[in-house]
């Protein structure tokens, strides 16, 4: 299906009345057309029981929609896409996007791609061929073969990696290490969803197509589905950060995010700063899944805690605030991992994994090997990760997971270039990617500058450069100055 961009402006005249938007295709000239049908039976209600009426009446059609989170305008309100057996819990998350929607009175995109016209392929044989090179870089890898570690244990495989490392945010991120974080980790998940449906359970996909399949389930204790999917993001905000062991607890809170239309790495870290605020004790779950309700029902609490971390921190009086440019910070703890805190502080999202993720080399022992705890050299390490990152990832549309395939290995390499020459019909290589990266980051920088950042707004919170993170007792100690070169040299 070919659709470059949807552009709704404007806000409706009827405050508080929400629309559908029904988007098919005529078989006979293949042009859109849009239909725009009331909402209004949909909205207050939770979006697992809403899907399945939109897809009773559409048919086999995809939806994008917000949640209550998203028309209560909150700034962590994501959007949600169904996954391939249409629960919707795949989640542009991130930036406040749902609110974006809402604003605008728009409750749902349903596509019916039916009669829909297919993105033209310039050069089919160039195409298969970087597809065949890419597949088996994928399926010869460890982490991403067939039941690999992310097949088998999901991403929440990096739970143990990370703890391992002193890098786990914890308690709202006062330590980089869990006591309890095997209990949450991916090996946790892959053999309690053993013991409780009697056999190994392998993940799925969360797209058409993808070979990886690191998607998983959590199941409830009598082997019905509690939730999907169980990320370490999420796995890692609502779990370590808040101190809870509990995969039912976690999954629980994970399932409620899903159905308010929330970011979970944003709600758990508000729930961290609510329980540092005296809200609730670290740990305790029931607490934490009455608080996310309070965000569901639209109370005085609940709008604070659903306008995210920095939101929360001002309101209750909590210092430690791990955000940057008003987006909190997701799984990787700057002060045990360096050059991760400096892509969280330069780029133009606010605090972004996945913008330059250096864990790949300063964790992983992917696309090369840092010292996760030295500052050396990583500016110029998060600026190559941001820029090949842009483009190669980010504007081709492939997952970001195969990085872990094509880091190391010049052939898949080679066959992502190829794929992206083999669509458009263009000559690009290697080296001219990462400068159209760079490009793309430039244009970033200036959209960013327009709406009133500066270099101020590139640091990290200042807790971060006084306050020792154990286990390794050390704190942020990248300097401005090598900040500001992230940008500067680009
Ligand atoms: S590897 Fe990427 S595309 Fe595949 S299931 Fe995982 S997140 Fe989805």
């Not at 009827?14 to 725009?36: Q, Y």
């Not at 392929?121 to 991403?144: M, V, Y």
């Not at 969803?193 to 009697?198: F, H, I």
Request: glycine content about 12%; proline content about 5%.
């Amino acid at each position: 299906m070919r659709i470059r961009a949807l552009v709704v402006e404007s806000q409706p005249k009827e405050k508080g009345k929400f629309w559908l938007v029904h988007l098919t295709w005529d078989k006979s000239d293949s042009k859109p057309r849009v239909e725009f049908l009331p909402a209004d039976e949909y909205v207050g209600k939770e979006l697992d029981e809403v899907y399945p009426k939109l897809f009773e009446r559409f048919g086999k059609v995809n939806i994008a929609g917000i949640g209550l989170a998203g028309e209560y305008l909150y700034s962590n309100s994501g959007v949600a896409f169904d996954d391939l057996k249409g629960r919707p819990s795949r989640f542009p998350g991130r930036g406040g996007l749902g609110a974006v929607m809402g604003s605008r009175g728009l409750k749902f995109i349903v596509v019916d791609k039916t009669d829909a016209p297919w993105v033209e392929i310039a050069d089919k044989a160039l195409f298969d061929q970087g597809r065949k090179k890419l597949t088996e870089a994928l399926r010869t890898n460890d982490l991403t073969k067939p039941k690999g570690a992310l097949n088998t244990y999901g991403t929440a495989v990096l739970i143990n990696i990370m703890n391992e490392a002193g890098g786990l945010p914890t308690k709202n991120f006062s330590s980089g290490r869990f006591a309890g974080a095997p209990e949450t980790a991916g090996e946790a998940i892959f053999e309690g969803n053993k013991e409780r449906l009697g056999k190994e359970l392998y993940n799925h996909a969360c797209s058409p197509g993808c070979i990886i399949q690191c998607s998983n389930t959590w199941h409830k204790a009598d082997g019905s589905e509690h939730v999907s999917c169980v990320e370490y993001e999420s796995d890692w905000s609502l779990g370590a950060n808040c101190g809870i062991e509990d995969l039912d607890i976690i999954a629980e809170l994970i399932r409620l995010c899903n159905a308010y239309g929330l970011d979970t790495i944003e709600t758990g870290t508000t729930l961290a700063v609510a329980m540092e605020a005296g809200l609730a004790e670290f740990g305790d779950g029931k607490k934490a899944i009455e608080l996310l309700m309070e965000i569901g029902k639209g109370t005085p609490l609940g709008r604070i805690l659903g306008n995210g971390t920095e939101t929360a921190a001002k309101t209750l009086g909590v210092v430690r605030c791990p955000t940057v440019k008003g987006q909190s910070m997701p799984a990787y703890e700057p002060r045990a991992v360096k050059g991760i805190g400096i892509t969280y502080a330069t780029t133009t999202m606010g605090a972004d994994h996945t913008a330059g993720y250096t864990i790949a080399p300063e964790v992983l022992s992917v696309g090369g090997k840092a010292d996760p705890l030295s500052p050396e050299g990583k500016a110029e390490l998060s600026r190559n990760f941001q820029s090949a990152t842009a483009y190669i990832f980010d504007s081709s549309g492939h997952c970001l997971f195969i990085a872990f395939a094509v880091l190391d290995n010049a052939s898949g390499f080679e066959g992502v270039i190829d794929e992206i020459n083999g669509v458009l019909g263009t000559q690009y290589t290697t080296d001219s990617v990462s400068k159209l990266g760079a490009e793309i980051l430039r244009k970033e920088r200036a959209f960013n500058e327009a709406a009133g950042f500066t270099r101020v707004h590139d640091r990290l919170p200042e807790f971060m450069k006084y306050e020792p993170l154990p286990p390794h007792n050390t704190v942020f100690d990248v300097p401005d100055e090598a900040l500001d070169a992230v940008f500067g040299k680009l």
